[in-house]
């Protein structure tokens, strides 16, 4: 189910002759009854150029979206996943963050439609658990690439993936020495189906890559993966961007047996041959 806010319907393309796959299109924030054994609530932007575009519909998304997927989970007795974000530690004041750190959140800035909506809805999931005894299970996903990204998300692996490819300059915002790990996406969905089907621990639980790079030294990455001539140009960068990021994934080992198992070399290899066709085919 989704309304394609920010997504594309391409993505599913190869699915829609599957008997098993069926697509609704419907807007998360408005109400909905369905019958199922399971729900991931994977609703809202991630990219701040889509969340900030339209920062009520976000927080909106966030919130009324978990409290309608909680409704009809309470009805059907169906297991429910938040996919929540890193973002719930904002600008973090210890390294790496594990689930017991509550943060460091600016609640008025320009980010913070999508760090409070996410935030809030742990706070409606964890309310549903202790009240109704809905089955949930909520997971904090640090950053996360790889193919069928939309090209203008805003994010950086895609922009500087784009940018090498087209010998664009790779705009690096500040000195490029705040930090990130990134996940690829089918280690995350890995992640995702094993908390569901082996877990019943409710969470919190962080899932991402604990090897952690600077954003400049994943720019040279970029370039030399591609063989660009694009030069790294500085830009200023944006109020309230964490300096440092990184995942302690300490529980997801103890809980469901789980680590990422795709090195950011040979993610980044599979990313860029999607965008390089992505490319030829525009």
Not at 19 to 26: A, G, L, T
Request: with cysteine; hydrophobic share 35%.
């Amino acid at each position: 189910m989704d309304n394609l806010f920010s997504s594309r319907k391409q993505n599913i393309y190869e699915f829609m002759d599957n008997k098993d796959f069926e697509f609704i299109r419907h807007d998360v924030t408005k109400p909905f009854t369905i019958e199922v054994d399971e729900i991931y609530n994977l609703a809202c932007p991630a990219s701040p150029i889509y969340y900030q575009k339209d920062p009520v519909y976000t927080i909106k998304t966030s919130f009324y979206g978990a409290l309608n997927v909680l409704e009809n989970a309470k009805r059907t007795g169906a297991r429910v996943l938040q996919a929540s974000t890193s973002e719930i530690y904002g600008s973090p004041k210890i390294h790496p963050q594990n689930e017991s750190y509550w943060g460091n959140v600016n609640p008025i800035g320009p980010r913070s439609c999508y760090d409070e909506g996410k935030r809030a809805a742990e706070t409606l999931f964890f309310d549903y658990y202790r009240e109704y005894n809905v089955d949930i299970g909520v997971v904090r996903i640090f950053n996360t690439y790889g193919p069928k990204m939309s090209p203008n998300d805003g994010r950086v692996v895609t922009n500087f993936i784009l940018q090498a490819l087209l010998n664009k300059d790779i705009t690096i915002y500040g000195k490029g020495e705040q930090t990130r790990s990134f996940c690829h996406v089918d280690d995350l969905t890995d992640g995702l189906i094993d908390f569901m089907e082996i877990s019943k621990f409710e969470g919190p639980i962080n899932m991402g890559n604990p090897k952690e790079i600077s954003i400049i030294n994943l720019a040279k990455m970029i370039l030399e993966l591609t063989n660009s001539d694009s030069k790294i140009k500085h830009l200023t960068r944006p109020k309230d961007d964490p300096d440092i990021r990184k995942p302690d994934i300490t529980l997801a080992k103890e809980k469901i047996n789980w680590k990422p198992e795709i090195n950011l070399e040979e993610g980044l290899r599979r990313t860029i041959e999607f965008f390089k066709d992505f490319i030829n085919k525009n």
